[in-house]
């Protein structure tokens, strides 16, 4: 098989589980908030808040660690906390999907809710 073909069924198994998974999370409109706790759900590494198709962090990711995603959306109820960990150059948040693996939470958002990540050091370096 070639390296091209290869990298198409990747590409499209890839997209096809994102969005399964993406049946079960929240849809993520304006006003939308994620924390990012430690595993014992008490202390925050950092608050988030869909506006206008940005998701803007303020607080600094620690490269490395695993959290939970606390996303909770006012308007409509939903709630959900999935595992993920902080990358290791603490820029992204990578989530735990279920027979795919490790995704960037970034690109999750991109793809599937048309949201674009912000953290702290790219508002920064505006």
């Not at 595993?39 to 959290?67: N, W």
């Not at 109820?77 to 735990?96: I, K």
């Amino acid at each position: 098989m070639s390296t091209l073909k290869k990298v198409i069924i990747g590409l499209v198994t890839f997209i096809l589980l994102s969005f399964s998974f993406a049946q079960g999370m929240p849809t993520m409109s304006d006003g939308t908030q994620v924390q990012v706790v430690y595993p014992d759900l008490v202390s925050v590494m950092a608050v988030a808040r869909v506006q206008g198709g940005q998701l803007v962090f303020e607080g600094q990711l620690q490269a490395g660690r695993e959290v939970r995603l606390l996303i909770s959306n006012p308007h409509t109820g939903e709630l959900l906390m999935p595992t993920a960990f902080v990358s290791p150059q603490g820029n992204d948040l990578l989530m735990n999907i279920p027979d795919y693996g490790l995704m960037p939470f970034s690109m999750w958002l991109a793809q599937t809710r048309s949201i674009k990540m912000i953290l702290p050091t790219a508002i920064a370096a505006r």
